[in-house]
């Protein structure tokens, strides 16, 4: 059974920023994939960033230049910097893990941007 368990979600002012923590538990088994994805009110979740197990990077071309993604296998934890945060960042962010054909969700974290 794999769960995992972000954290770091808040309110924040325009131009700001957050970072974003998941740890994962149970057996996962490289290599994997983890990832950050976000849905807004009224949207489709939508990818924002994800790593490999080789830390090669992937973004929305919405983020890049503003969020990094980082991973520490040991911890089997993924981290989400988010700066020059914008209104258009409001979402839940949700944790994602894809290993051997499986895909693990996250319950969510709100991030909510607003002045």
């Known amino acids: 059974q794999v769960q995992l368990v972000e954290s770091g979600g808040a309110l924040v002012q325009p131009g700001g920023s957050l970072r974003l923590s998941c740890a994962a538990s149970?057996?996962?088994?490289?290599?994997?994939?983890m990832g950050w994805y976000r849905q807004a009110p009224g949207k489709q979740r939508e990818l924002v960033a994800t790593?490999?197990?080789?830390?090669?990077?992937d973004y929305a071309d919405s983020v890049k230049g503003r969020f990094t993604i980082s991973r520490d296998n040991a911890k089997k934890a993924v981290y989400l910097q988010m700066n020059s945060l914008e209104s258009e960042d409001t979402a839940v962010y949700y944790c994602?893990?894809?290993?051997?054909?499986?895909?693990?969700w996250g319950q969510g974290t709100q991030v909510t941007v607003s002045s």
């Open positions: 994602n893990v894809y290993a051997w054909g499986s895909r693990y």
């Open positions: 149970g057996d996962i088994f490289s290599p994997y994939v």
């Open positions: 790593i490999t197990s080789g830390s090669s990077t």
